[in-house]
Nanobody
Framework: QVQLVESGGGLVQPGGSLRLSCAGS????????MSWYRQAPGKERELVAAISSAGGSTNYADSVKGRFTISRDNAKNTMYLQMNSLKPEDTAVYYCRARRAGYNEYWGQGTQVTVSS
């Protein structure tokens, strides 16, 4: 059974940093484009950042550009999201997604990030 497991969430003060991880198993991780989404209470899920299968291409939501960095280590089947200069509006459940044309897509269960003083 395919698994995507997020970790690294928690409570952090405004201006602080967190690094999220998404570990994949039982699928060919290196063949999938990966992305991070988030969903705040009462809001729709939104794309935060995405990275191509080999890691050579990335893109970010305007709201996180310059603060968040997406990366991946295909040897470890893991994707990361380094989040710096966190703001209260970054509070949300963060999900990872694996996508490959012509194949099923997969989602993780989510990890809570709370930015509050």
């Amino acid at each position: 059974q395919v698994q995507l497991v997020e970790s690294g969430g928690g409570l952090v003060q405004p201006g602080g940093s967190l690094r999220l991880s998404c570990a994949g198993s039982r699928f060919t991780f290196s063949s999938y484009a990966m992305s991070w989404y988030r969903q705040a209470p009462g809001k729709e899920r939104e794309l935060v950042a995405a990275i191509s299968s080999a890691g050579g291409s990335t893109n970010y939501a305007d709201s996180v550009k310059g603060r968040f960095t997406i990366s991946r280590d295909n040897a470890k089947n893991t994707m990361y999201l380094q989040m710096n200069s966190l703001k209260p509006e970054d509070t949300a459940v963060y999900y990872c997604r694996a996508r490959r044309a012509g194949y099923n897509e997969y989602w993780g269960q989510g990890t809570q990030v709370t930015v509050s003083s």
